[in-house]
């Protein structure tokens, strides 16, 4: 085929999409985005909503009477401060703990040569199966690791979950070919020279993801403090949110009186909101790692 | 390599059974006779109430107090409610070290035949002879399993009656007569006239142990049997009370789900409320009529006080004292504790004590709370941000001995013992069942009751097709093995029982 | 080789694969391996006074709970119905999302839409519960009052009739789970070796014929493991589904009640629930290893071991 410039125009022209491709993914995206979209408004209206309209009216995305009450038991006391406090540090901490080890396991796991591997796959394959349940569980932590009650309790129990260290093992698998690796150690580099200077650049997309996967799980976790934390202090955000409602669900039943008062619809939706909102602030940080064209190929010769 | 594979299998085997053997719970239950009252002890004592931030201030100085006394520090353990089921399992599943627990209902019977409690017949006869005194034989009685107590009630309201509440206001604007209610049915004319008048609002609204069901079972007399869902006995002028049934297959429940139906099909009820439980909701806004409600002496005025609407009530059962009553409220001792003795004779001491008492209910005199007269009391700015205990007295100990707080009822000791004076006992009184016996086939018939009840009670089903499939559906899950074990558990009982009948 | 020599061999290399399995590994002891001794419970009557060892053994009295019920084949086809549906319709509709957010123009307008497309995952199933309502509700909800009138159908009591709610709870699901499964594949379109695409267009490959023969190949190792683990859990379901959104509907049961809610309506005694449990991973234990043995004949890079 004769190759001149015309040539290569018309390619590069059917090689993108068309115009009207691109228009008709807007448009699909358009109304994906409202059909997500409209119930997170809805929520969110709801949540600045007076009750007792709601009664009246229904759920509207612009409040008929607008009202604070919704927040009123969150914000009562300062608490929920502290709340917030420990939940970044838990979260913040429990993530890079959480892809490091994750890492550092799923590494020798993605190699041919490591003598262990089918026996560390297994190892941690079973137990994400097969569990003891809940009370040996509960005991081994208060009883022979003296977790109760302390702030290693909000993290520790979280760092490993298989399913991740399988997505990492996938990650580093296809993005690091065996031949670099090789090369690396040719030239007399150690394991965990690879594993700093090669491995870890090249599964940003991953770690991003397993990264995004811990924020979320330690953010939005309320069964490690309901399980292991009685004191105030160190409640985390989620947890103290849903324990002060259930506290007043409670109480509700006995017939309390101040129980009476909250509005148990509208303060609801409040806390989702509260909970949520955190997190889409942080989420555009780890979207450039999604980004197609970050992982350069880079097998030199 | 092989070899390597090995040791590291053989490491994990051992770490399974260190791990194992670290889940050893399980104590010799031992009920130490003496007492050296010289050495000092720790009671750590668990109760749901949100923690409050002022709980170690307390605690020193009611320990400053009991030191001279008994010779314990005193170790609060509140636990939030919305938690309370959890942890306490945890605790008590988990062997931790505990002296007092607070349980209710079905978890106190249950702990109390699985042995996670202790017997506390002779430590109550020895060490707290006023405690039981004041509790009464009767109520007492109320709370035993297999013959034996396993904790120490609450002295509170010791029975159960019931009551139509409904809109003051709304009934004197339309001439509503309430006065003449005796059955439901008498309800219907008024909620018509309702329907017509205030097309916006529902005349009534029913919630789950609050329904048209539950209304008709306590007007004729039953005894719920500790709360259980598949056995009852009833107790009514005609019914035979030597027999154990299944309520969901008694005429009157048939009865009641047809007029559950048609009250429904009038209009009487919320449309979906078979779906969304709003009553609460109904209720605060002012859009519910009337509801069904367990009255209690100034329950009323507690409503009235905290709702934007004027209530009034129309009395419906008179009052009865069933098992269930007895155990609303009892402070146990768990397994776990190594001084029983000593546990006990700080019950005593707490139950007689208004120092004392009142201090763990209310906080420190004149820091939480200021006296308003002898024995009322107002909370600080300071009690109710940092000592709130939530008006739940009734958790622990004698309630009689409490301050009043300012607002309430003044009257509120007298009529509750006028109150609990009053109550007829239930034949049943003292009945527990072992539901361990039947817990397989109880599982299954929980998934039925969950699937029919509510439709049934509420009246958003046509009983006519649901009721027999409903009844079809819990014999194949075995309800009649239910009802035979619970019935020979009750003869028996009434065999050992029948001096006190 | 001497053995000295072999040692430190195998230090250097195997040995420093060792220790970076090691931190792993013991968080992995502690917290799964001492405590699955407890899994005798499941053979016992558990009472805390004789703690674990003490208790005295039921041997299988405990899993005829799980099958006493009239229900149970029901139960279990349903979540077996369910579950499939969800893995099936759940990742092609996350692998397509991924593959549609890949052929946008990179820039601001594509970042937005994934962010929404990741905003429902965070709402709860309490709350979604309560939307779902506002949707199908008696008399108010929006579909009983404005889009069943516009083609003329008469309103429909959602909440007792079983027969729409597989539709209803795939929706549900898949509609708050897709944007943030989506972010896996993102993930792995972002690790393609970028050389690959250039190859394929000097070949002359549309974007269409590039998706097929670049990306989808390259996904096809993580969309089989996750099959493959995804099938492991297949006895399980959220309880934030089929009990909320249904808002634990009675009449509904047949279509909804699956085995964590029959579990979670019935059973409380440790016992039990035990037993549930081993009985849950036994079958998903058994379906994961046919499943991988099934892959590796095929494409043995994708398996799991």
Redesign the interface.
């Known amino acids: 085929m004769t190759i001149n410039k015309n040539t290569k125009i018309r390619r590069a022209s059917e090689l993108e999409i068309s115009r009207l491709e691109t228009i008709i993914l807007h448009i699909f995206f358009i109304l994906f985005s409202i059909s997500m979209l409209y119930p997170v408004f809805l929520a969110v209206g709801i949540s600045f909503s007076d009750q007792n309209s709601i009664i009246e009216h229904g759920y509207r995305i612009i409040p008929v009477k607008w009202s604070l009450e919704g927040y009123k038991l969150a914000f009562k006391s300062g608490e929920i401060l502290n709340a917030y406090k420990i939940t970044i540090l838990s979260t913040v901490i429990g993530t890079v703990l959480s892809v490091l080890i994750q890492m550092l396991y799923a590494y020798p796991l993605s190699r041919k040569s490591f003598k262990g591997r089918k026996f560390f796959t297994f190892y941690a394959y079973f137990v994400s199966l097969f569990s003891g349940g809940m009370v040996p569980w509960y005991i081994v932590c208060t009883k022979l690791l003296h977790l109760g009650n302390s702030f290693w309790a909000l993290v520790l129990p979280s760092i490993f979950g298989f399913f991740n260290v399988v997505i990492l093992r996938t990650f580093i698998k296809s993005n690091v070919p065996d031949e670099m690796i090789e090369a690396a150690r040719i030239d007399g580099c150690s394991e965990m020279g690879i594993f700093w200077k090669m491995v870890m650049p090249l599964s940003k997309a991953g770690m991003a993801t397993i990264g995004l996967f811990a924020m979320l799980n330690y953010w939005n976790n309320y069964y490690l403090p309901m399980m292991l934390i009685h004191d105030k202090s160190l409640f985390n955000l989620q947890y103290y949110l849903q324990i002060i409602f259930l506290n007043i669900e409670e109480l509700a039943k006995y017939g309390n009186a101040d129980a009476a008062d909250i509005p148990r619809e509208v303060t609801r939706f409040a806390m989702c909101v509260i909970t949520m909102g955190p997190i889409i602030l942080v989420y555009p940080f780890f979207q450039k790692y999604f980004v197609k064209g970050m992982v350069v190929g880079s097998v030199k010769g | 390599?092989i070899k390597?594979?090995k040791l590291?299998s053989l490491g994990?085997a051992a770490?399974?059974?260190?791990?194992?053997a670290?889940?050893?719970?399980?104590?010799e239950?031992k009920v130490s006779d003496g007492d050296d009252e010289s050495q000092p002890y720790e009671i750590v004592w668990l109760f749901?109430v949100?923690?409050p931030n002022d709980l170690d201030a307390v605690c020193e100085k009611a320990n400053e107090y009991l030191k001279d006394k008994i010779n314990v520090t005193l170790k609060l353990?509140p636990?939030?409610?919305?938690?309370?089921g959890?942890?306490k399992n945890?605790a008590?599943?988990?062997?931790?070290k505990m002296d007092l627990l607070w349980l209710a209902g079905g978890d106190y019977t249950y702990a109390a035949m699985?042995?996670?409690i202790i017997d506390i017949d002779e430590l109550m006869d020895k060490y707290a002879p006023k405690t039981k005194e004041m509790l009464g034989e009767d109520f007492i009685n109320g709370a035993r399993v297999d013959g034996k107590l396993y904790g120490v009630q609450a002295n509170k309201d010791k029975a159960a009656n019931y009551m139509i509440v409904y809109r003051k206001d709304i009934a004197e604007k339309y001439n509503l007569d309430m006065s003449g209610v005796k059955t439901i049915e008498d309800l219907y004319p008024v909620f018509d006239t309702l329907l017509e008048k205030e097309p916006n609002m529902v005349p009534m609204a029913i919630s789950g142990g609050k329904t048209v069901y539950d209304a008709n079972f306590c007007l004729n007399g039953y005894d719920s049997l500790c709360g259980n869902k598949y056995v009852c006995v009833m107790t009514g002028e005609n019914d035979d009370v030597s027999k154990v049934v299944c309520p969901y297959e008694t005429e009157l429940f048939k009865k009641s789900c047809e007029q559950a139906r048609e009250m429904y099909q009038r209009g009487y009820f919320f449309?979906?409320c078979?779906?969304?439980d709003?009553s609460?909701?109904?209720i605060?806004?002012g859009?519910a009529f009337c509801y069904w409600e367990q009255d209690q002496p100034s329950?009323l005025s507690?409503i009235n006080?905290?709702?934007d609407y004027e209530w009034d009530k129309v009395q419906m059962t008179d009052a009865s004292m069933s098992t269930l009553d007895c155990v609303g409220s009892v402070t146990t001792i768990p397994?776990t504790c190594e001084n029983p003795v000593r546990v006990m004779k700080f019950i005593e001491l707490f139950n007689t004590d208004p120092y004392l008492n009142n201090l763990i209910n209310f906080g420190i005199e004149d820091v939480h709370f200021n006296k308003v007269s002898d024995n009322t009391i107002k909370l600080t700015e300071k009690g109710k941000?940092d000592y709130d205990l939530?008006?739940t007295m009734w958790e622990r100990g004698n309630t009689f001995i409490n301050y009043t707080i300012e607002g309430d009822d003044p009257n509120k000791a007298e009529n509750l013992e006028a109150f609990n004076e009053s109550a007829k006992p239930s034949p049943v009184l003292g009945f527990v069942l072992d539901t361990?016996e039947y817990?397989?086939?109880?599982?299954?018939?929980?998934?039925v009751v969950?699937?029919?009840?509510?439709?049934l009670t509420y009246g958003?089903?046509d009983p006519e097709e649901l009721l027999p499939k409903f009844i079809s559906?819990l014999k194949?899950?075995?309800i009649d093995t239910i009802v035979e074990i619970s019935q020979r558990q009750y003869d028996e009982w009434r065999e050992g029982n029948n001096g006190n009948e | 080789m001497s053995k000295i020599r072999r040692f430190t061999d195998f230090l250097l290399n195997d040995g420093a694969m060792f220790l970076m399995v090691m931190p792993g590994a013991i968080l992995v002891l502690l917290f799964n391996y001492f405590p699955i001794g407890g899994i005798v419970l499941a053979f016992k009557n558990y009472a805390p006074v004789k703690g674990v060892w003490g208790s005295d053994w039921v041997g299988l009295k405990n899993f005829k709970a799980f099958f006493s019920t009239p229900d149970a084949w029901l139960i279990t086809r349903n979540t077996i119905m369910y579950s499939v549906y969800f893995i099936v319709v759940g990742t092609i509709l996350a692998v397509a999302l991924a593959l549609l957010l890949n052929e946008l123009k990179k820039g601001f307008v594509s970042k937005v839409y994934q962010t929404i497309g990741l905003l429902p995952h965070f709402l709860s199933y309490v709350i979604i519960a309560y939307l779902v309502y506002a949707f199908l509700g008696g008399e108010y909800g929006i579909m009983n009052r404005t889009v069943l009138p516009l083609f003329g159908i008469e309103p429909i009591s959602w909440y007792s009739e079983a027969k729409y709610w597989p539709f209803i709870l795939t929706f549900v699901a898949n509609w708050k789970e897709v944007g943030f499964s989506s972010v896996i594949y993102l993930a792995a379109i972002a690790g393609i070796n970028i050389e690959y695409y250039e190859a394929a267009r000097v070949d002359g490959a549309s974007r269409w014929q590039q998706m097929k023969y670049v990306t989808l190949p390259c996904l096809r190792s993580i969309i089989t493991i996750k099959l493959i683990m995804s099938v492991g859990g297949i006895l399980g379901s959220d309880l934030g589904l089929f009990y909320n959104v249904p808002m634990n509907s009675g009449p509904l049961f047949p279509t909804t009640n699956v085995l964590s809610t029959y579990m979670f309506r019935g059973m409380s005694k440790v016992g039990f629930t035990t037993a549930a449990g081993v009985y849950c991973s036994v079958v998903g234990f058994i379906l994961t290893i046919l499943a991988n043995a099934v892959v590796r004949k095929i494409d043995y890079d994708s398996a799991l071991f």
């Open positions: 390599m390597l594979k590291l994990i770490a399974m059974l260190l791990g194992a670290a889940c050893t719970g399980g104590k239950n749901p949100a923690p353990t636990l939030d409610w919305g938690a309370y959890t942890k945890n008590l599943n988990g062997g931790e699985q042995q996670s449309k979906d078979a779906v969304l709003n609460a909701e109904l605060k806004s859009k329950k507690e006080n905290s709702s397994y941000k939530q008006g361990e817990s397989i086939e109880a599982t299954a018939c929980s998934n969950s699937e029919y009840l509510r439709t958003a089903g559906k194949s899950a075995k």
